[in-house]
């Protein structure tokens, strides 16, 4: 039985290589191994835009944006009962976006990564931007 080189169309005995060919199977192997990650990266992106889509937990965020706070702090400052923020900021530290310091009693939160609180500054940045175009169109068309 014979078989072709994919690149060259060189007629190849059974059990030969033909280095182009070779190549060729690894580039692909590599090319498959990507998407498998890259399908991975997309799961792994939609369990935290499911975890951020809380209002409240990107105010917890925002909190948190100039530095680590206690459970206390972030009542104080969202005006919520201690119970809902205790479990947003678990929900938040299971996903890997918040960690924990403890210092005697008190546990403080921070920001995991700041790339978090750069995404939900871009995020609001392209949301205000939107606003604006909206309220333009709305004076155009009160003006028309």
């Known amino acids: 039985m014979k078989f072709k080189s994919v690149s060259q169309n060189i007629p190849l005995s059974k059990g030969s290589y033909k280095k182009d ?7 692909q192997s590599i090319k ?3 998407m498998k990650q890259d399908k991975t990266l997309f799961e792994l992106q939609s369990e935290v835009c499911k975890t951020l889509a809380s209002p409240k937990r990107l105010e917890i965020l925002n909190a948190l944006k100039d530095g680590e706070k206690t459970v206390t702090d972030l009542v104080e400052i969202l005006g919520v009962p201690k ?5 947003h900021l678990a929900v938040m530290r299971h996903r890997g976006i918040l960690r924990t310091r403890r210092d005697g009693v008190n546990i403080y ?18 949301l205000t931007e939107q606003m604006q175009e909206k309220s333009k169109l709305i004076d155009i068309v009160a003006k028309a």
Do not use: G, P
């Open 21 to 27: 060919s070779l190549d060729l199977f690894i580039a």
């Open 83 to 87: 119970a809902n923020v205790s479990q």
């Open 32 to 34: 498959y191994e990507h």
């Open 109 to 126: 939160y921070t920001v995991a990564n700041a790339k978090v609180i750069q995404a939900c500054i871009l995020m609001r940045e392209v």
